[in-house]
């Protein structure tokens, strides 16, 4: 198959549609676009061990450009597309090129959610999804490290508490202020999220429930001091990350006409409103059977919509509906998830949760539907692929730690 395939974002999911279409045999010409100054690189080191400086630049790229040369997809980096002209079927850079296209995909990604609160403007109120943005938290935690000034991460999310990990191991004091009344409250149970809180707690960082701040208070020079909670408590700070959601980068596509609902809609093959567009990653958002829209931020998600895309062009179906999983490294604990627990209506413990490792396992109506886990690969691994197979245990098998879960792979059904 043959003709030109421009992709807008050079992320994850962007390279995999570009490396995708060349293993699926596509010949013509793939532009992979960025508007960063590097190409495509792993995010989720950016947090943890990027940002402690356990890893070179080398080992956060994905494919060096000799690698994509040699598969032929042209990588233009640091540029910036202003217009989509689905009619004209071109694509407008910032300088004024026009790249016309066969197929377009885009693989913008997601945004921080910015704080829109007085202060919020000081020098040291940051946010982290690049790798600019990771270099300038490491730069402010030295400085931090170096004036004796405390860390305060604004939102109680998975970035948030993985660099509140991050700078703890680096011995800065850290304060967490989460709005709501517990930690990871829109994606763990309630016990899970009061045995994170216990984790930073005993190592050393101080937690704010249900924090309502008000402003945002800086030094003579620019540099953020502190945050004001609405009660009056002044909290210091050297340092502020801003961690409270992202929101998908879908602009250009609602500025051309493609259908959006706080994200692309996309199929399960990734295809848009428009037959010539598809998108893939953090930017696209598929609608369920019951009509509800989901956008997952996810390196499964990004890998799989990449490959789901870039079939949908060679005119092939592949649709992605496998269990979404995900997973975040606090200190030296490994959280992975399995499934989504909204909506359960049931929860067991496997394990013991003052061990090593444990899960939480979620029913609903009785049908198994998420599993977290705490160090236990091998109980994550199996909820994969039960989930994927649609069996499930009882939830007293669940609660069995001696029950092994493989067994209702072999069988096919609970036993």
Request: glycine letters at 10%; one cysteine or more.
């Amino acid at each position: 198959m043959s003709g030109s395939v421009v992709i807008i974002g050079a992320g994850l999911a962007g390279l995999q549609a570009a490396e995708s279409l060349r293993a699926g045999g596509f010949s013509g010409s793939i532009t992979l676009v960025g508007d960063e100054p590097t190409g495509p690189y792993h995010r989720p080191p950016l947090s943890k061990a990027w940002l402690a400086g356990e890893m070179d630049a080398g080992q956060l790229a994905m494919r060096g450009p000799d690698v994509l040369t040699k598969k032929q997809i042209d990588l233009t980096t640091h540029t910036r597309v202003t217009a989509i002209d689905r009619a004209a079927q071109t694509v407008a850079l910032a300088d004024g090129t026009q790249l016309p296209y066969t197929g377009l995909v885009l693989a913008t990604g997601s945004r921080p959610r910015l704080l829109s609160l007085p202060g919020a403007q000081a020098q040291g109120v940051l946010a982290l999804r690049t790798q600019d943005d990771a270099n300038n938290v490491a730069a402010g935690l030295a400085r931090c490290a170096e004036l004796n000034r405390p860390l305060v991460v604004i939102g109680g999310g998975f970035i948030g508490l993985e660099v509140a990990a991050t700078a703890r191991k680096k011995g800065i004091a850290v304060t967490v202020l989460e709005a709501a009344p517990r930690l990871l409250g829109r994606v763990l149970a309630p016990a899970l999220s009061d045995w994170f809180a216990d984790l930073h707690r005993n190592h050393g960082a101080e937690l704010v429930l249900n924090a309502q701040i008000s402003q945002l208070a800086a030094d003579a020079d620019g540099w953020v001091s502190g945050v004001q909670l609405a009660d009056g408590t002044q909290v210091p700070a050297g340092l502020v990350l801003v961690g409270i959601g992202a929101l998908a980068n879908d602009e250009l596509a609602a500025d051309a006409g493609i259908a959006c609902d706080r994200g692309i809609l996309v199929d399960a093959c990734g295809r848009t409103s428009d037959p010539a567009v598809f998108a893939a990653g953090d930017c696209a958002v598929r609608k369920l059977a019951d009509g509800t829209p989901l956008r997952l931020e996810s390196v499964q998600n990004a890998t799989e919509q990449g490959k789901s895309a870039a079939a949908a062009l060679l005119g092939q179906e592949r649709p992605f509906t496998a269990t979404a999983w995900f997973w975040s490294d606090q200190y030296d604990k490994k959280l992975q998830m399995a499934g989504l627990s909204t909506g359960a209506d049931q929860c067991v413990l496997r394990g013991d949760m003052a061990a090593s490792g444990f899960s939480m396992v979620h029913f609903k109506a009785g049908k198994l539907v998420a599993v977290d886990s705490i160090n236990a690969v091998k109980d994550h691994l199996q909820a994969r692929k039960l989930l994927d197979a649609g069996l499930s245990p009882t939830p007293e098998q669940a609660a069995d730690a001696s029950f092994d879960l493989a067994t209702l792979l072999q069988h096919g059904k609970a036993v």
